[in-house]
């Protein structure tokens, strides 16, 4: 039981490079997050997927798009990086709504 | 506007000194607040839940009280292995998802 699993763990881009951050749990759970993290900013939510088929925004949405692949997968698209996205970008899942969330590892992001 | 602020920003203290971080919040219907822990380069492992004021929830030496305005995690007798970041978040009627920035803890053997 690997809980939630994020590839890749490091990233470097070029500004204008596009690229898919991979999420996969393996709990059976409904709900799906996407984070991004900055020093002394929190974590802020990006999208986030109440249940398979079903995407919405969160506080941070612009320069991004989801993919509720299956019940297993989230992924998060960057297609134009911008250095405003250098971050750490968490994906986090649930049984149903927000409750109890189990975070993956992290993916650290930057771009140049 | 929906906001959660987390005091103090860090907080050192001597092994077997108990104390408190505080999470105080204005949103517009609470559905819960959540206490979670993170350790450097890890993501964010989930502690508590609460969702209505007076409900107290205990786990080893950390026990997480809420009122109508604020959480309290409150840490007894801590021990170096209790070092890390606490980061509180609520969730609003809209089921929108608020972290407040944390509270970074050090415990000094």
């Known amino acids: 039981n690997a809980g939630v699993t994020q590839t890749p763990k490091f990233q470097v881009l070029k500004t204008g490079q596009s690229m898919t951050l991979q999420c996969a749990q393996d709990?059976?759970?409904?709900?799906m997050y996407w984070y991004r993290q900055d020093p002394g900013m929190g974590l802020r939510l990006i999208y986030y997927s109440a249940s398979e088929g079903t995407t919405d925004k969160g506080e941070v949405p612009n320069g991004y798009n989801v993919s509720r692949l299956n019940k297993r997968e989230f992924s998060l698209r960057l297609e134009s990086a911008a250095p405003s996205q250098t971050s750490v970008y968490f994906c986090a899942s649930s049984l149903v709504g927000a409750r109890e969330q189990y975070f993956g590892p992290g993916t650290r992001l930057t771009v140049t | 506007e929906d906001q959660v602020t987390q005091s103090p920003e860090a907080l050192r203290l001597q092994e077997g000194e108990s104390s408190s971080l505080n999470c105080s919040y204005t949103?517009?219907?609470?559905?819960?607040l959540f206490w979670y822990r993170q350790d450097p380069g890890k993501g964010p492992e989930f502690l508590f839940t609460?969702?209505?004021a007076g409900e107290e929830k205990e786990k080893e030496r950390l026990k997480a009280t809420l009122t109508k305005k604020e959480s309290f995690l409150h840490i007894t007798a801590p021990k170096p292995e209790d070092s890390a970041t606490y980061l509180c978040?609520?969730?609003?009627?809209?089921?929108?998802?608020?972290f407040g920035k944390g509270t970074r803890l050090h415990i000094l053997p």
């Open positions: 709990m059976n759970h409904n709900s």
């Open positions: 949103v517009s219907g609470l559905r819960g």
């Open positions: 609460l969702y209505s």
């Open positions: 978040a609520v969730q609003a009627v809209d089921d929108k998802i608020i």
